[in-house]
C-alpha cells in the first residue's frame, strides 16, 4: 500500500495537480469501555482501515477518501478527489497557495509499556469495576468509571517528497459520582485521568493513583450537597488545572485559530474577536500570560510528530509577557493571512493542521495549547496571597460567546478563602468575564509544581464535524476580581 501510495501521488501530478498528499491508516483502533453502579454499561471495538487524498489544482482543494485498500480503489479515489478540486478551482476566491516547509522522511512513535488492547476485556473491566466500587455511597444516585484506547498506524506521504510513518497510543480514563443536594438539585464530581508529560501513554497508567480518586470525589461529593451556595459577588478566583484547562482551550486557544480569525468556521463553530492587526499589538493579557501552541509536549494526544500537511511539530509561543504574537496555524491560512494583512504577520505554519480520520480533510486544529509555569509559588503559597476568593475546579457547564469574546462557566466545586485560609466548600460556584479583561486580571501563576498535563477528547470543529483528541499543560492561576456567582 505504501508503493501504491507513492504511485497514485506520481498520477496525479501528471494529472495536473500541483500538489497532492496520501494520508494511509493502516490500522485506526478505538476501544470504549464503561460502567454504572457496578455493572457493565457501555463496550465498543471499532477497528478500521482507510486512506485519504488531498489534491490542490489550480489553486483550490479537491479530498476523497476510500476503505478500498487496493491499486484500482486507490486510483478512484484519486480521480474523485481531482475532479472535486477541478470543480472548486472556478469557483474560489483566494486561489489556495502553500508557505514552504523541510522535507523530511521520518518515523513518530508514543511510548507505552501496556499496550491496552493486548490486555484482556476482564482484567480492563475489572479495573474499572474496582473503581465503581469504592465510588458506592448511600446518598449518591449514580457512579461510574470509564476508559478509552486509541491506537493507530498512519502513513503519510506528498507530491513535494515527505513521507513519514506515525504510530500513535493514546488514552482517557475517569470517574464520576451523582446525587441530590439539600434542595434536590443534582449534584455531580468527577475526575479525568491527567497525564504525566514524562511519562508512557498504555495501560499502567490506569494502576496509578492519578487514576483513583474515588475516595477524594466522595468525600467533596458528600460536602457539596450540604453546602452552601457560592453568593454573587467580585472576588479573587483560584482555577485548578481542570478549570484553567477549560479556561485556556475556549478563550485562547479557539479564540487563536487563524482560519476562525479569517471567517471560515463562522457557520458553526464560530469566528474570533481578534483581527490580523491585533498581532504584535494587543494586550491579550496581563504580564504574567505566556501561552503556546506546543507540539512538541512529551506524552499528549495532542503531539503526533507531524501535522498532516507533513510540517515538523514546533512549540510556537503565542502570547508573550501578555503580547500577543502568533496563532495556530497551517501552510494555508499563513500565506493568505500574510496576503491579506500586506505585511508577513506569520513567518510559517505552526504544524497545527489536523484531521480526525482518513475520512476527513485537515483545518487547523489546537495540538497543545499550554500555560507556562510561574514563579508565584505553589498551592499553598498562592492561597496564602489571598484575602477574599475562591478556588474553582472541574467544569459543569460552560457558555462562550460565539467569537470567543466573552464566556459563562460553571464548575463541581469550590472553596472559600478568607484572609489566605480555606474556610469551607460551597455549592454551584460559577464565574463569568469578557475574555481579554479576565486574562488581563492574572494576578499569580503558580511555580512548576502546579504544572499538569490535561487531556481534552471532544474538542468538536469542522463540517462535517470533527472530534479531535489535544492536551493543555497549565499550571494553577489566580485572577483579581472575577465576578462569581449567577
Known sequence: MKEISREVISELINMGASYADIRLHLRDEQEHISTLNGSLKNYSLETKKGLGIRVLFDGAWGFSSSETLTKEGVLECAKRAIDKAKASSKLIRYPIVQSPKEIVKTTYKSSFEIDPFSVSLEEKLNCLLDVDRKLSHERFDFWGAYCSFYKREIFYCDSEGTEFVRSLMEIDGGQFIMAKDCDGLNQRRSHGLWLDSEGTSGFENFKTERFDQAQRIKEELLQILDAPLLDKSKMDVVLLNDMMALQTHETIGHALELDRILGYELSYAGGSH????????????????????????????????????????????????????DAITSRQMVVEANALAKREVFKESGATCRAESYNRMPIERMNNINIDFGSDGNFEELISKIDNGVILDTPRSWSIGSNRENFHFACEIGWRIEKGQVTGVVRNPSYRGESLEFWNALKYVGDQSTWKLMPTFNCGKGQPNQIMRLGHGVPVCVFSNVQVGD
Request: net charge positive; no cysteine.
Open 274 to 325: 481578534i483581527s490580523l492587526e491585533d498581532f504584535g499589538t494587543l494586550k491579550f493579557g496581563s504580564s504574567k500570560l505566556n501561552a503556546r501552541a506546543d507540539g512538541t509536549v512529551k506524552n499528549s494526544p495532542g503531539s503526533i510528530g507531524l501535522d498532516d500537511d507533513g510540517v515538523k511539530a514546533k512549540n510556537v509561543l503565542m502570547i508573550e509577557k501578555g503580547i500577543l504574537k
